[in-house]
């Protein structure tokens, strides 16, 4: 099972793509909790630092927009 699931699911945000049409993603602050969140459970320390990474790349480029 996905820990935290609902915190994706719940707060969610339509993009348009062209060739596919309108999809539902996770809203940026609720993929960087559920990283954050998921990272801490991991007992892989590479897994961890993954995680890490793909927050901080994240916030990075939410924060120039």
Not at 21 to 26: Q, S
């Amino acid at each position: 099972p996905v820990h935290y699931l609902n915190l994706l699911l719940d707060n969610k945000v339509e993009v348009s793509l062209r060739d596919i049409g309108r999809i539902a993603l996770p809203s940026m602050p609720a993929f960087t909790l559920h990283k954050l969140l998921i990272a801490s459970l991991s007992g892989r320390r590479e897994k961890r630092q993954k995680d890490y990474i793909q927050v901080c790349a994240v916030a990075k480029n939410w924060s120039r927009n």
